[in-house]
């Protein structure tokens, strides 16, 4: 095989395997946001409400919203830790306290992250449970 042969070999290589791997972890996504979904309705809709659209000034909107798609570390010790300072979402300033929801297993809050994350115009990266285990552990 000459030079050029094998580098288009490893070039077309390289794309096969990233477009299978992006596409699994898409799979993993889908399936971590549809358990995710349940833990939503059971622990945060009745604040965030339905469409995530929360009650202004009150619960904060988790629909298109800045604040929680800026950081998942952030977003990951709020579920796990609660939030009781003044946040500010999409311009607008909330006070009301979160409660933590540390009961929730590591896979439980991966799972509801990659819902809300994904869910009424947000469009955010896979949150793992290995991430979520390695920030409890800081705590």
Known sequence: MNFKTSMVFS????????????????????????????????????CHMDNGEGMEGTFPPLAKSDFLMKDIKRSIHVVLEGQADEMTVNGKTYSTPMPAMNSLTDQQVSDVLNFIRNSWGNKGALVTEKQVKELRKTE
């Open 11 to 46: 070039l077309i290589s390289g794309a096969i395997f990233f477009c299978s791997f992006s596409f699994k972890n898409q799979d993993v996504l889908k399936a971590s946001a549809e358990r995710g979904k349940d833990v939503y309705i059971n622990n945060c809709q009745s």
